[in-house]
């Protein structure tokens, strides 16, 4: 049963333009919320997080937009730059849980010059 | 600068032959954690060390053991290396307080013969 879903496997976007990355969730007792950026051949790097006692945290270019009721986030980054390129991966984690970090299968980003 | 380091980062191995990964980190985490991640899915959490404290998942082969001497260094042995096998492992690390972000290494591949 996957607990965070990442709907869209790809998604491509002009370079200055807004891309979104959707991440959905199944766990109501998930309240810390990750997005990592992964190149090929490399280990995922840590962009942004949200707790769950906010819907939305800002980091430079990039915006993660939790909605609780619809257990939904995203990832917006504005503008878009071709170095964005890679597989985001949305994670999700619960108090209690012995740390346990519960991936989504990873967005393309493909952002065209 | 503060990172988590594996190696080798590419490694091959033959069917059966009992291999080894190391990561090392200097951000003086209390957690450190391994993962596999096959082509094209989520990263898979195959245990962790809380301090010394090992926490085994559930539905982790017995063929995976792993090591940790030192809060720097942790260990990943496979016994009896098998096609399955074949993926790229993840060494992360965690403060182990609270909401957490997990901090990752660049991955070994690892390759079976």
């Known amino acids: 049963d996957q607990q965070v879903k990442q709907n869209s496997p790809s998604l491509s976007v002009q370079e200055g333009r807004i891309s979104i990355l959707n991440c959905d969730y199944t766990?109501?007792?998930?309240?810390?919320f990750l997005w990592y950026k992964k190149y090929p051949a490399e280990g995922p790097t840590f962009l942004i997080s949200?707790?769950?006692?906010?819907d939305k945290n800002e980091d430079g270019r990039f915006t993660v937009f939790l909605n609780k009721s619809a257990k939904h986030l995203s990832l917006h980054i504005v503008p878009s730059q071709p170095g964005d390129s890679a597989v985001y991966f949305c994670?999700?984690?619960?108090?209690?849980?012995?740390?346990?970090?519960?991936f989504g299968s990873g967005t393309q980003l493909t952002v065209l010059p | 600068d503060a990172m988590v380091i594996q190696n080798p980062r590419y490694q091959v191995t033959q069917f059966g032959k009992p291999v080894t990964l190391s990561c090392s980190q200097t951000?003086?985490?209390?957690?450190m954690y391994w993962y596999q991640q096959k082509s094209s899915q989520a990263p898979k959490l195959l245990f962790h060390?809380?301090?010394?404290?090992?926490?085994n998942e559930a539905d982790t082969p017995d063929n995976f053991q792993s090591r940790r001497p030192n809060t720097s260094f942790c260990f990943l042995d496979i016994r009896s290396p098998g096609l399955g096998d074949a993926a790229m492992y993840l060494c992360a690390t965690s403060i182990g307080v609270g909401q957490e972000t997990q901090y990752f290494g660049p991955g070994t591949r690892l390759l079976v013969l």
């Open positions: 060390y809380y301090d010394k404290d090992f926490n």
């Open positions: 949200i707790s769950s006692i906010k």
């Open positions: 951000l003086n985490h209390n957690v």
């Open positions: 766990n109501s007792m998930f309240d810390y």
């Open positions: 994670a999700a984690s619960a108090s209690g849980s012995a740390r346990q970090l519960t």
